[in-house]
């Protein structure tokens, strides 16, 4: 049995079934991103990152600064997360989208230049600077 991430709550309780598969689609994928973002929050703070654990458990006002570490984090990691499985929503194979065929890479053409005209070049390069 493989699981079906673009419909995941096929078989769960009728609310959720009722609901576009999209939406569906979001609310897994944000679950997953905010479970992610509890265990990057506790790693940070039972890791003592930055001191970030010492400050939540000894200042006042820790605990809403952790709660909103984790809110703001799982804000990022269900963003990503949703973006990541909607971005790959079309790919069957995983070959990627087509690609245009390449175009030549233009060669600069020969241009014959006579004594004269290569002189003028000269003079004019002095005068503004350049040889």
């Known amino acids: 049995m493989s699981l079906d991430l ?3 709550f ?5 609310r959720l079934a009722a609901l576009p598969r999209i939406v ?5 994928n944000a679950g997953i991103g905010f479970v992610l973002s509890a265990v990057f929050t506790a790693a940070v703070l ?3 990152i930055a001191n ?4 939540v458990t000894h200042v006042d006002g820790g605990l809403l600064a952790a709660v909103v570490f ?25 070959s990627g989208g087509r690609r245009a065929p390449r175009r030549p890479t233009p060669e600069p053409l020969p241009v014959r230049v006579t004594a004269s ?3 003028r070049r000269g003079q004019a390069g002095a005068r503004s600077g350049r040889t």
């Open 6 to 8: 673009t419909n995941p």
């Open 117 to 119: 005209e290569a002189s």
């Open 46 to 48: 039972t890791l003592n």
């Open 10 to 14: 096929r078989r769960r309780p009728a």
């Open 52 to 55: 970030i654990g010492h400050l």
């Open 70 to 94: 984790f809110v703001l984090n799982g804000i990022v990691f269900a963003s990503v997360q949703t973006g990541i499985v909607v971005m790959t929503l079309g790919s069957d194979n995983g």
């Open 24 to 28: 569906r689609l979001y609310i897994l």
